[in-house]
T-cell receptor
């Protein structure tokens, strides 16, 4: 079963616009991570936010975490065509087990 | 090696046959994870190893699935008597420690097709 749910399932935007996607989870977590997947194969780790952090930035990425609501958001600013991919959130519990949400498919058109 | 290596990259097998999928993690990474991803779906957790032991096997779909890890390094995922619903991409990931704050490194996966 999936740990979390992502919203929206799919997102289509134009280059230069911002893309926001949300992730909700069910159990206590140690940290939350976001990954990108191109063409249904390898996943690339984007950013990790610890359970005691509320916001984190990395380049054009901004992640927020609200543990009281068990939710996180990923914002990609000034999107590019190369950002077209599926984005997954994943949570780690105290045992280190990494569980993924169903993902958001993002399409950025030139 | 520099990354997580999985082999084969693609495998087509007949229903009822056994298959073995291999994962070679990054040297020194003690935690190793197996996931399954069906077409257009999210990642389904199968099993993870800390060293050679598997604290959590809860994701294995049936007793046809088994996995082992030897020497704290290479892991093999074995599927016996394959069924068509086993068709998916099987992804392996490793990390230095569980809950690694640097994230997990994924292999490119093995695409299994059962015909």
């Amino acid at each position: 079963s999936q740990q979390g749910e992502e919203d929206p399932q799919a997102l289509s935007i134009q280059e230069g616009e911002n893309a926001t996607m949300n992730c909700s989870y069910k159990t206590s977590i140690n940290n939350l991570q976001w990954y990108r997947q191109n063409s249904g194969r390898g996943l690339v780790h984007l950013i990790l936010i610890r359970s005691n952090e509320r916001e984190k930035h990395s380049g054009r990425l901004r992640v927020t975490l609200d543990t009281s609501k068990k939710s996180s958001s990923l914002l990609i600013t000034a999107s590019r065509a190369a950002d077209t991919a599926s984005y997954f959130c994943a949570t780690t519990d105290s045992w280190g087990k990494l569980q993924f949400g169903a993902g958001t498919q993002v399409v950025v058109t030139p | 090696g520099a990354g997580v290596s999985q082999s084969p990259s693609n495998k087509v097998t007949e229903k009822g046959k056994d298959v073995e999928l291999r994962c070679d993690p990054i040297s020194g990474h003690t935690a190793l994870y197996w996931y399954r991803q069906s077409l257009g779906q999210g990642l389904e957790f199968l099993i993870y190893f800390q060293g050679n032991s598997a604290p959590d096997k809860s994701g294995l779909p049936s007793d046809r699935f088994s996995a082992e890890r030897t020497g704290g390094s290479v892991s093999t995922l074995t599927i016996q008597r394959t069924q068509q619903e086993d068709s998916a991409v099987y992804l392996c990931a490793s990390s230095i420690i569980t809950g690694d704050v640097y994230g997990y490194t994924f292999g490119s996966g093995t695409r299994l097709t059962v015909v």
